[in-house]
């Protein structure tokens, strides 16, 4: 039962006072455009019940201390990319779209960092840092389309975390927006602090229900003179999996920065969807490793290292692959596997590294057992498993009914095997439900006491994670 | 105005049942042990109501939820080495000491990491790992002295974070008991983890205020075949802290894992106290780096990087060291600085790394106009700077006065320059109140909300980091 209120004209004019008249926006047309984001069903619309877009972080703390005060709810968004349903306003109230808070405000080449706003596309800062010869190492999949913010809440992986960890590891300071409108920046460049509690390191992955993420200072890193890159090519997932963990034990040697896992299936789909032919899905289950090297000679030393382990682990084939189409198809791979089959349902797992491998056989006999499908496109290095679940022979009216057992019973042997329900996508709303019954209670029950810390009103991104209502 | 209780005669009889009789200790020359820790002056005692020694995780859940009930303070207390007096008792009450709980329960060399009891020595979980070829890579200076519970909640840093980060990024898992007395696991065995809020991040470096700390699982390093050490001397701290640079941006290269700056006044008390000439600190400032190498020819190439690098940058001496004395010299520069001159103030700073030359100039300058001298003994390559504030010519009946208000300015001068308090000791209740001064108003009323959301009668390690009173 909740108390929210609901959005006057009064308020509206308000809104628009702090805002400017643009800048809020209603009517079917758009209200349509916000009902939905990547992770929810176009078929299932969630209205705000109006649309604002705040031009600086001041702007963000007034529309917070009004929607507090009025008990309104508001619900933050970056690109709208995420997949877990956590941009969509879930009850009503206002949609904070962030779009207008897109400036890359200053790089500093010499110290490495670069500050942004919230709504900077990951792929502009990517390039960005390219263009003074320094790596931004986020690398979302969906960095086309995501924005740094979203992938501060979400505290998303993405390519690189073999190396350079989550997105939480690039943070210096974050400036964010409580529920009561007051602007407070975390953190610092610092490489260390003891200073009271880590607020930093909870805001990132708390998927906006703490805080509204407006500005944030990245660390950035050498770009390393050459990034080669390798696919090999297994008989089945088993035997990737054994290199993934011997590749791990030599990181440091091979300076190894990415360890994607594909079944042959996602990778025919990806060069159907792209219309290429680099990933060898033919002949079986790949590996697309990247590697850092300083030369020439680095590379041939590397490569050379890399076909010695490889030939240890069942290998069937290792190629050197030059150039960008490769890693735009492993970006793609969502995209391809949705048009090669529309019926599905994605997952985020992850396990520990070494317990892949008892996962996947899980994952097998499980998916046998339902008579279903699968496909994996993994983040292995990281444990990190993306799948998506597919009906197989099962009728179509029976696939709802016994996706959801098939999950229940997939969730209980990942969090055997020590695994969590989301690496990198968050629970949103849509896992929410399923991490209600794994979740040891106590732990929920302090995530909903520090959300109440935080919101006391609960106006704040309302029904994601887990379900609180407003007392 | 807090309503603590004091323990009767009957909570002594429950907790005895809980512990065992001989766990449960009081009396004048137990409590006296106990009525200061490293980090506090032994001519003001602040005594426990008694100390209580569980043996298990099940047994402080019972003694929590004794005390929750009956609101009786509990403090918790590791090593006792901490340097901010986070292990007194300044409400009274019981006194938890973790010793009996230092057991190490399981090391898988496999997949690399180790589960131990709060109260385990780091050195005794360095020693273990090296046993079997791997590398704990947490490493403050007070190994000898100080438990792996007690690193996790001040988020110690140590002579190795310049590659491999602080406590926190050692930490896969953590156990911990609640003030409610309910054991919670927190984060797993995952490289990425986005299910819900990071509280295993929140408990890194909360000193014991949100939950006792039981159980750790530990990450385990790849143990390098050797490990090289360098001393380069130097006219004077700027020209060191330009090397610090220099290195840094060729950290992979090289694999650093330390750079630690001594200015020669330290180095000769070291060398003082240890009876050895190791230091040169008749010669200038140090810099102490430790790499990591693969081989005999890795270490030769590495050598000559390092001294081309060290030709630039105006380094008067470089000078390959042998084995561990330096280390230990390194880790006892507080020990002799304390015998060099018993009156004194110290400090644990930190700054952005590319800011340590202003700051180092403020100091001086600071110094200078107080008449006060210094001494540095800094974790350079991390920005951690910690200083020992020496009364220089001021008359010691004025030093304590005189101490204050230059604290004031220099750590005005420390965030002015986006520097912090702490950088691995925590606040205590000996930076409290300096603390109060310096942080956020918000930011401080957040972390007392997130306190009051963990522990609502303020019953656990009450007076540290922040007052607040139970209500």
């Known amino acids: ?46 209205y705000p019940e109006l649309v604002v877009l705040p031009g600086s ?32 306003a879930l009850k009503g109230g206002i949609l904070l779209d962030l779009v207008r808070m897109n400036r890359i405000i200053h790089v500093d080449i010499a110290a490495k960092y670069m500050i942004v706003e919230a709504a900077v596309r990951t792929l502009d800062i990517q390039n960005e840092a390219k263009r003074h010869g320094l790596l931004y190492a986020g690398d979302p999949c ?13 505290n998303a992986g993405g390519n690189k975390a073999v190396k350079y960890g989550v997105t939480a590891d ?44 407006t500005k944030i200072t990245l660390k950035l890193q050498k770009l390393a003179p050459l990034l080669p890159n390798f696919l090999a090519i297994f008989p089945n997932l088993a035997a990737a999996v054994t290199l993934v963990e011997a590749l791990l034990a030599e990181k ?59 030939s240890l682990h069942n290998c069937l084939d290792i190629r050197s692959i030059e ?56 983040h292995a290095g990281d444990g990190n498993l993306h799948l998506r679940i597919l009906p197989g022979t099962v009728p179509i009216e029976e696939w709802e009914n016994k996706l959801k057992e098939f999950r229940e019973v997939l969730y209980a042997v990942t969090y055997s095997l020590g695994g969590r329900l989301s690496g990198e996508h968050g629970i949103g709303f849509k896992r929410k439900y399923f991490l209600r019954s794994v979740i040891q209670p106590d732990e929920l029950e302090l995530m909903k006491n520090l959300k109440k810390a935080f919101d006391p009103n609960f106006i704040l991104n309302p029904g994601k994670i887990f379900d609180i209502d407003a007392s």
Not at 61 to 81: F, Q
Not at 189 to 199: A, C, E, I, V, W
Not at 262 to 279: C, G, L, P, S, W
Request: hydrophobic share 40%; net charge negative.
């Open 323 to 378: 150039g960008e189409a490769i890693w735009r198809g492993r970006r793609q791979w969502g995209k391809a596997l949705e048009v090669d089959e529309p019926i599905g349902a994605s997952e985020d797992l992850v396990v520990p590294v070494d317990l892949i491998t008892p996962f996947i056989q899980n994952l097998e006999s499980l998916a046998t057992s339902f008579q279903f499908d699968f496909r994996i496109a993994g």
């Open 170 to 213: 690039q943070i210096y300071e974050l400036e964010i927006v409580t529920p009561q409108g007051k602007i407070l920046t975390l953190g610092g460049r610092l490489k260390k602090n003891s200073t009271g509690y880590s607020l930093i390191k909870l805001i990132a992955g708390s998927e906006g229900t703490l805080g509204i993420i």
């Open 142 to 154: 969906s960095s086309d389309d995501c924005v740094i913010a979203g992938n501060v809440a979400t």
């Open 1 to 46: 039962m909740s108390n929210y209120k609901k959005v006057t004209s009064n308020i509206i004019v308000k809104l628009q006072i702090i805002v400017g008249v643009e800048h809020v926006l209603s009517g079917a047309a758009i209200l349509d455009h916000y009902a939905y984001d990547a992770g929810t069903r176009k078929d299932i619309l969630r």
């Open 252 to 310: 440091n040697a091979l300076d190894t920065t990415s360890l994607e896992l594909m079944d042959r299936h996602t990778v025919i789909a990806i060069e159907n969807y792209q219309k290429t032919k680099i990933f060898y899905g033919d002949i079986g289950d790949v590996l697309l490793i990247q590697l850092e090297a300083q030369n020439q000679e680095d590379v041939r030393f590397k490569e050379l290292y890399l076909k010695e382990l490889c």
């Open 57 to 88: 972080s001041q702007e963000v703390a007034e529309i917070m201390k009004l929607a507090n005060k009025h008990l309104i709810p508001v619900t933050p968004r970056g690109g709208g990319s995420g997949l877990a349903g956590g941009a969509v």
